[in-house]
């Protein structure tokens, strides 16, 4: 009976959203406070009825209920239960009841937290908030029912797709589609304003701490389906410009430059309708992605199953929301008043450069994902593929001059900076990041130019950062304890943009390090035989078959020695899952700060090679990758620390910040 | 012009979004690679055979005028899966008495030599695309590929990726069959 219960408390919560999306803006556009102020009952309505339906479908594939089509699709009774209960988001419908669920806890949020934000703005957006649940509600309801009955029930299910059993992929989607849908609020804060037709320095602030708590799960998101990518899939890679990623990839481009120009807003009252735009953007790509991930436009190696109605469906959704609130843009942002002057240098300036640069490269990001389609459509039918050449060669050279203006940014201060004293303070920098340079240059003994320019422009960005961290605290300038007290005393939003620039001098670093000076080997293998890579030393010791909870996997054996030293064993495996007849790359990984020595075992050649025992071999030798691990991490706690500031949580009060990043430390 | 400029974004959703909804058409499959040569003869080209190796070099004259449908397999030494591949094909040959003609693409002359050696050679010819010219004409998308031409030179089928696992060696066994180049019952 449960399902029953979860499918109609997603009819219920359908009915709360359409009162929602009509009732409270109606309500401020008349200065009823009443009617305002039902946003706030039907929002916690939301979410206690999308709670209900989500726990309800968690239900059903914990019992393993093969009576639900979506269970017995994406369930198996062998299945451990940690995948059980990922399996609820799974599929196409169950990851869109988690969208749903996300969308209204934000919603709610809102309406609870929010307690600062004016009655009128609040009620607008609660109501924007509620048009998008309405329209994802519906589109569940009609077409993507998770609550779907099987008759006669199948005695057991169909399994998950082993690649996807996976911890690092189990909390994947959740993160991914926190950042994603927290941006709905933003949005709405967005909208909410183009329809009162005012945005001011206390909006900016208002929309900040939701943007920020955004964006930090959707680093993480991104950090961690790339890692799981980098070790599970066995291809060594951690970054592939595959359609989904690059549609994950857009939304954060598009949030960050949002984070930072909402900056300008709140401090500068410029920007404006900048600001707006990039915030009905990000989320318009956020959508985008949700739509590519289920219409089967593009090709792509994780993309839901293909259903053209659905997809349809999502469009018409796409063309309401994206194409109506840009319209309203379109119509209100030439009113809006422009904002505080700058000269061209200055922090305005900087962060000018910055929002451009993001700008042009989710562009260019967007287009290249969208160019098969494009070709197709003008050519008739003719079909190409844009790969990582496109993509490496045309971001990264426009990030090299992004992230050194990053380096300088901090320094500039508002309205007028004087570049002259900035250069002067960072000469030093300047100094120590081309001796990095050369230093690894010394070490690598050749590489493309860009792979230094690289280094260099990492390298320089982490020491200016950090001297201007040493000069805010004035270290080694007065006594130390003097230099404790003005740690203490700094913003702790100053504190996380010195951890998020540093972070992403460290990820950078890790990004060049591990493509450009990559060494790999495939090798073709009988026991006893050895590799050489990268002065290691791999002898292929042999394989045996081991047996796991609902896979049996071949094993190799391989003794890594470095001059003649054996450092360890690694046991790459290749699993074999019997019940979904499909099998899964488990990498083996010596990692060490340097780099990592990555070693994965493919499929035997042939039966018969297989019985004589040799096996292929794919052995890899990443400098720095996990620098990338690192970094990213840096960038969600600097995004954390930021969000606890003091000044932020006016809107924002400490529990929410506890629930989006419990390792910041309570004051 | 500030007014233009906000009608911008507008413009080009609705742009994309016109291509999104051409691209929903049900009859297209995205993931569907046609392939240019099927039903076309054979692109021009001429390889000299392997130096070092005494089997024949590979031209368009030798696909035309042959008595039943033969192989054109395109392999490499560097190409871990054509090992495997190589285990499957020389079975196909042995056993079924098929034409296999191969090229050898963008490989040094001793290195498949080696490797011919220590795997064994079931090509009758073999063209050495040391610059891969005859790839491009062949419109490669990787190694290993392999076509299946008819008699009078004419492109049957093409197979990317390896022929190995029992899907794709069935799946390649029926364009085999379909082209004429074996008998159904034998498969």
Known sequence: MTPEVGHF???????????????????????????????????????????????????????????????????????????????????????????????????????????????????????????????????????????????????????????????????????????????????????????????????????????????????????????????????????????????????????????????????????????????????????????????????????????????????????LSIGGSLALFSWRAPMMEPGGLFKPVSRE?????????????????????????????????????????FFNAAFIPMMLPLVFVMGLGPYLSWKRADLAGVLQRLRFVAVLSVLATLAVWYLTQGGPVLGYLAIMIAVWLLLATVREWMMRVRLFEVSFAESTRRVKSLPRAAHGMSLA??????????????????????????????????????????????????????????????????????????????????????????STLAGDLYASIAEPASKEVGAS??????????????????????????????????????????????????????? | MKRALAFLPLLIALIVGGFFLWGLNPDRDPNAIPSVLIAKPVPEFELEPIGGLDTPGLSRENLSGNSAPVIVNVFASWCVPCRAEHVVLSRLVEKEGLTLFGINYKDKPEDAVRWLTELGNPYDRIGSDLSGRAGIEWGLSGVPETFIVGPEGMVLFRYVGPIIGDEAVGNFRDALIASGALQGKQG
Not at chain 1, 241 to 262: C, I, K, Q, R, Y
Not at chain 1, 355 to 366: D, F, K, R, S, Y
Not at chain 1, 623 to 630: A, D, E, G, K
């Open chain 1, 349 to 389: 300036a900087g962060l000018l450069v910055n929002n451009l640069i993001l700008a042009t490269a989710t562009g260019v990001v967007l287009f290249g994902t969208l160019y098969p389609l494009f070709y197709e459509a003008i050519t008739g039918g003719e079909k190409l593929s844009v790969g990582p050449p």
């Open chain 1, 613 to 667: 025992g040799a096996w292929t071999l794919r052995i890899l030798y990443e400098p720095l990758v996990n620098f990338i691990w690192i970094g990213s991490a840096m960038l969600v706690l600097g995004g954390g620390l930021s969000l606890s500031d003091r000044r932020l949580r006016v809107g924002v009060p400490r529990r929410r910040i506890a629930l989006s990043l419990s390792k910041v430390p309570a004051e």
């Open chain 1, 9 to 319: 408390a997603l009819a219920l919560a359908l009915a709360m959203a359409l009162v929602q999306s009509v009732l409270p803006i109606l309500g401020a556009t008349r200065g009823n406070v009443l009617w305002m102020q039902s946003a706030r009952w039907s929002a916690l309505g939301q979410v206690g009825f999308v709670g209900i339906a989500f726990a309800a479908l968690m239900q059903a594939f914990v019992t393993s209920d093969f009576t639900v089509t979506n269970v017995f699709e994406n369930s198996h009774s062998l299945k451990p239960m940690l995948f059980k209960i990922a399996g609820t988001w799974g599929s196409h419908e169950g990851s869109l009841l988690l969208w749903v669920f996300i969308l209204t806890v934000f919603g709610a949020a809102v309406s609870v937290f929010g307690s600062n934000i004016p009655d009128a703005l609040k009620a607008r957006t609660l109501s924007v908030q509620a048009w998008i649940s309405v329209g994802f509600l519906t589109f569940m309801l009609f077409t993507s029912n998770p609550f779907d009955r099987l008759y006669p029930p199948p005695p057991n299910g169909q399994d998950l797709n082993p690649l996807l059993q996976d911890v690092g992929l189990a909390m994947h989607p959740p993160l991914l589609y926190f950042g994603y849908v927290g941006f709905s609020i933003v949005f709405s804060f967005a909208v909410a304003a183009l329809l009162e037709g005012r945005v001011d320095a206390a909006w900016a602030r208002w929309v900040r701490p939701w943007t920020l708590a955004a964006w930090m799960s959707l680093t993480a998101g991104i950090a961690l389906g790339s890692w799981w990518a980098y070790y599970e899939l066995g291809w060594g890679g951690w970054w592939f410009w595959d359609p989904v990623e690059n549609v994950s990839f857009m939304p954060w481009l598009m949030g960050t430059a949002l984070l930072h120009s909402a900056i300008v807003t709140e401090k500068r009252g410029a920007f404006k309708s900048w600001t707006i735009l990039l915030a009905i953007l990000t989320f318009s790509l956020s959508l985008l992605g949700t739509f590519i991930v289920r219409s089967g436009l593009l090709t792509s190696v994780h993309a839901f199953a293909v259903d053209p109605e659905r997809g349809l469906y999502i469009l018409g959704l796409l063309a």
């Open chain 1, 501 to 590: 620039h540093a972070g992403l001098a460290v990820a950078m670093l890790g990004f060049t390090g591990s493509s450009v000076w990559k060494s790999e080997e495939i090798v073709f293998v009988t026991p006893g035989e050895a590799v050489t890579i990268a002065g290691f030393n791999v002898t292929f010791e042999g394989a045996d078959r081991v047996r796991g909870a609902n896979y049996f996997a071949d094993r190799a054996n391989l003794t890594v020695r470095r001059d003649g030293e054996i450092l360890t064993q690694l046991y790459p495996e290749r699993r074999t899952y019997p019940v979904a007849g499909s099998n899964t790359t488990e990498s083996a990984i010596r």
